[in-house]
């Protein structure tokens, strides 16, 4: 131990005595108010929060060799005494060159480091010092910029910077993964014992989980890959297996509450499908048929119904609201945009043709009423009160749904459509709302099925909606063309355009899609990530390892794209342009234009991406392709090809060879699905959904693709709250997941 860390040590059994796991960090006087102010930006406040603040990657540095043995390219530690060190100045390149030689018992190197003269302060000659990195060579083997620690003369304990796994965590300006490392090693043996194991023995045994201690200290000082993987599964399954709990026991909350019983009417479903100028998939009636089942219970459903694009929910849906409307009961409809909605009351409106079923739309700009198949323009205050006097059987609209003041008469049904597109707040707001819960009467709340069009992968499904029943709608309708997906790399991009032209000449339309709104830092796609300051978004974003770091100066632009389209390469086409920054009122008369045939070519950012039906559409491009998920490529895709037309899609790219194998899959793969377990694969469930709305930490988030633990930590869960529902029996436990809760605000 060098003098300064004895300091230290002694000023830790100082402050000792006022310390526990949960004091704030700055109780240790060592960290100074700048590094709390960089340990709070990584959202570290306490010590705990320190030792939960894990590694994103590794530098295996732990092998060990001696001077002799080095070769060149491999990654290695040498130890060994300092023989000569200086500093040299490189007046051309304007640089420090600090230099040094190591020698052991059979041989010597060189090492490099540059612009870091203030080694020199800390490294002497004749200290003994553990060097790791990669071996180069220029006339002789050296060591370009190694990581580095002093050390008594062949010691291999307690090595933090070399010659081991050496942890690698997400930093932020000022503050080093060095700094970390050394004040987690500092302070980890004080406060292990204070780690106490919430998770049941019975389950760590089963499962094969190590101890929490344990976990802890090997994620960050790993003593082997083995060591560090046990510690990850089981750090990986705590978190997992918190969420879970919290959402068995959501469940049986919510099964314990009351809703309307809806008797499944045999004869009206079938004459509704009989109607239907298709035939419904096996998928559409077996998820029908399971919802219709829960509505018959007098307990309220809390389904969700998942199906990639076109795959066919809205009828679905419909089935079940025509059982409810005629039973006597209202039902609600909300979807994430004022397009959506409008559609959706369009297609509702035609599929209950002959129903008598009365169907109001309310989104913020517009509120309509549609009788006996003519659609009205109506005062939001006459809806109002046609909601609450029960004339009105269905509403559909948006978020309006939740934020006005709507008094239902007897709502026994509501639908979300595309709920991934309503974060967790939404959603809640849902619940107190639409779900209204009266006080001092028997409660009554509807039944709840949701919808999403993004394929969940099957392991994110089972983890994020552990409170949820599942219908999937995994089968296509059979007269579904294939799309043709094609990469154009730039050489053809002319190619493209022309044919492009010659679609438009045969009557067909156009999207066109672009990554950003303008060069200013305020796009709105979920790909973006330009803010210089090392947020939690972008650790996150290392943390699942995505490489596409460039900047954003190539990247095509909604405007610049409409421009040079409108006035370049199709001069004689109608071209217009949609982005999320424009009022819902233009977005409306855009699309409306576009649906009418009015305008050939819509040039749009992603705001295109949810639920917009243009059958006459048969090209959809794609500017920048690389810079969107998979899943998300496939919802575009899924915007054409709706109609009679053989369709296309075009994905535009820099020609960027790692993105290129990302997109092949897309090019091969028609199935949502599939192309959802490759994107959270790749990406991580992060980028996969865009935001943090499913409010998953990040090793759970990693561990996410594997799905035998996932159905593990499910299992387990619903094991241990089937035989001790308020886990009694687990104080430990409880404790945890009402931090958990608290922090994930899933309530
Ligand atoms: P999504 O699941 O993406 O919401 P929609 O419900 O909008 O899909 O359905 C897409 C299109 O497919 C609609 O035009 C709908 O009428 C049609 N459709 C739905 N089910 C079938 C089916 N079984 N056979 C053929 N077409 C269908
Ligand atoms: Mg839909």
């Given amino acids: ?43 570290i406040k306490t010590f705990e929060d320190l030792f939960y603040y894990f590694p994103y990657r590794y530098d295996d540095f732990s092998k060990i060799i001696p001077i002799a043995n080095l070769k060149i390219n491999e990654t290695a530690t040498i130890q060994g005494e300092i023989t000569r060190i200086k500093n ?70 307690h090595l933090r910077h070399t010659g081991r796994l050496v942890p690698v965590y997400p930093e932020t300006r000022g503050l080093s993964s060095r700094w970390l490392r050394y004040i987690i090693q500092l302070l980890l ?14 389950i760590k045994k089963s499962q094969n989980l190590i101890d929490l201690k344990n976990a802890i200290k090997e994620i960050h000082f790993p003593q082997s890959a083995n060591h560090l993987r046990a510690a990850r599964r089981r750090l990986a399954f705590d978190e997992l297996f918190l969420i879970q709990l919290f959402a068995q026991r959501q469940k049986i909350k919510w099964k314990k509450q009351y ?85 959706h009351f369009k297609v509702i409106s035609k599929l209950f043709q002959g129903q008598q079923i009365i169907i109001g739309l309310l989104t913020g700009s517009e509120t309509s009423i549609n009788s006996s198949s003519e ?86 499904a089972l983890a994020a909606c552990g409170d949820l029943d599942i219908s999937l709608l995994d089968e296509m309708p059979k007269d579904r063309q294939e799309i043709v997906t094609k990469i154009i790399p730039p050489l053809a991009r002319q190619n493209a355009y022309t044919f492009i032209k010659d679609q438009v000449k045969k009557g067909r339309q156009v999207f066109v899609i672009c990554p950003r709104i303008e060069i200013a830092n305020n796009h709105e796609s979920g790909t973006n990530n330009t803010n210089k300051e090392t947020n939690i978004r972008e650790i996150r974003d290392k943390f699942v390892k995505i490489s596409d770091k460039r900047s954003w100066d190539d990247v095509k632009t909604v405007k610049e794209e409409f421009e040079k389209l409108d006035k370049i390469i199709f001069p004689d086409l109608k071209i217009a342009m949609l982005h999320g920054k424009m009022k819902p009122k233009e977005k409306e008369k855009i699309m409306a234009d576009f649906k009418a045939g009015k305008t050939d070519i819509l040039v749009s950012t992603s705001v295109i991406e949810v639920g917009i039906d243009i ?61 959802a377990e490759k994107d959270l694969e790749i990406r991580g469930p992060g980028e996969f959904f865009g935001t943090r709305q499913w409010g998953l930490p990040d090793l759970s988030m990693a561990s996410l693709t594997d799905i035998v633990l996932v159905k593990a930590v499910r299992e387990e869960a619903e094991k241990l709250v089937k035989s001790d529902p308020e886990l009694k029996n687990y104080p430990l436990l409880t404790q945890k997941i009402f931090q958990k809760q608290t922090l994930l605000h899933l309530e």
């Fill in 615 to 675: 059958p006459n559409a048969s090209v959809m491009m794609i500017e920048g392709a690389e810079r969107f998920g998979l899943a998300q490529l496939h919802q575009f895709r899924g915007r054409v090809g709706r109609g009679s037309h053989q369709s296309y899609c075009f994905l535009f790219t820099t020609g960027d060879k790692a993105a290129g194998s990302r997109l092949r899959a897309l090019t091969s793969s028609k199935n949502g699905f599939e192309l």
């Fill in 259 to 343: 809703s309307q019983k809806i008797n499944f009417d045999q004869k009206l479903a079938k004459d509704f499908v009989d109607s239907l100028p298709f035939k419904l998939t096996e998928a559409q009636r077996r998820s029908a048929w399971e919802i219709l089942q829960d509505l018959e219970k007098d307990q309220p459903m809390n389904r969700l119904l998942e199906g990639d694009v076109g795959s066919g929910k809205t009828v679905v849906a419909a089935m079940a609201i025509l059982q409810a409307v005629k039973a006597g009961w209202q039902a609600a409809f909300m979807a994430p945009t004022e397009i959506l909605a409008q559609q």
């Fill in 88 to 157: 040299i100045r490189t007046w051309k390149k304007r640089m420090f060159v600090t230099e040094a030689f190591i020698q052991d018992e059979n041989g010597a190197v060189r090492a490099v480091w540059f612009n870091q003269p203030f080694l020199m302060n800390s490294l002497k000659e004749g200290q003994w010092i553990s060097l790791s990195g990669k071996v180069n060579f220029d006339k002789t083997l050296y060591f370009s910029n190694p990581a580095h620690e002093k050390i008594v003369a062949n010691a291999t304990s």
């Fill in 1 to 43: 131990m060098t003098g300064k860390e004895l300091k230290i040590e002694f000023r830790l059994l100082m402050d000792a005595p006022l310390m526990d796991i949960k004091s704030p960090i700055q109780s240790f006087r060592r960290v100074s108010p700048a590094y709390q102010k960089r340990l709070l930006k990584l959202g």
């Fill in 375 to 460: 659609i009205k323009s109506q005062k939001k205050k006459e809806l109002l009160d046609k909601i609450s006097s029960g004339q009105i059987h269905l509403l559909i609209g948006t978020h309006a749904l939740i934020q006005e003041n709507i008094n239902f008469k007897n709502l026994a049904l509501a639908i979300v459509d595309e709920q991934h597109r309503f974060g967790v707040a939404q959603r809640a707001a849902l619940q107190k709302n639409i779900l209204k819960i009266k006080d001092g009467q028997p409660v009554s709340i509807p039944h709840l099925l949701s919808m999403t069009a993004t394929p969940i992968p099957r392991t994110l």
């Fill in 189 to 202: 043996p004080k406060f292990l014992p204070e780690f106490k194991d919430h998770l049941p023995f019975e």
